[in-house]
């Protein structure tokens, strides 16, 4: 099957964890775009009119906004935006959002991944794409000329 790779943002202030999932993304084909922080992620929704398809955050940031708050705000402009969370706390209580995973610290980045590649345009375009092959096929038989057996 077909999967499209996400635009996926990624939001963690631990620059190593970042760049180790930023890297695997990327090497996995996904178009990434990162922040070390609540606030500098929010800065790009401004005058950014960059389709987003998943938006993976460390719950605890550093600086005034945390990965809840990071989430609701990009939930206001993107309300399709499938979000990812990671925390290695003890989430208590746990925010129910819609479209959304937890995934605890550590994480394999293989997991994230997955998970990006569940985003609602992904999956969309994995139906166009196995429409579009079962159209191409039945165009071919079609157009194949029929053969005597004589």
């Known amino acids: 099957m077909i999967k ?3 635009i996926v943002l ?3 202030d631990e620059w190593l964890v970042r ?3 930023v890297d695997h993304l990327k090497s996995n084909g996904c178009n990434v775009i990162e922040s070390a ?3 500098e992620a929010v800065a790009l929704i401004d005058g950014h009119e960059q389709q987003l398809d998943v938006l993976f955050t460390d719950i605890r940031l550093g600086g005034a906004l945390n990965g809840w708050d990071v989430a609701e705000i990009f ?3 993107f309300p399709n935006l499938r979000v990812l969370y990671a925390s290695g706390y003890s989430i208590a209580p746990p925010r129910e959002v819609t479209e959304s995973e937890f995934f605890s ?7 994230i991944l997955e998970a990006c590649r569940r985003s609602p345009r992904a999956r969309r375009w994995a139906a166009r ?3 579009q092959v079962k159209t191409s096929r039945l165009h071919r038989r079609r157009q194949m000329p029929c053969r005597s057996l004589t």
């Open 4 to 6: 499209k790779n996400p």
């Open 10 to 12: 990624v939001v963690e």
């Open 19 to 21: 760049a180790t999932i």
């Open 37 to 39: 922080n609540g606030e």
């Open 75 to 77: 939930r206001d402009h």
């Open 105 to 111: 610290k550590p994480y394999r980045p293989e997991d």
């Open 129 to 131: 794409t196995r429409e």
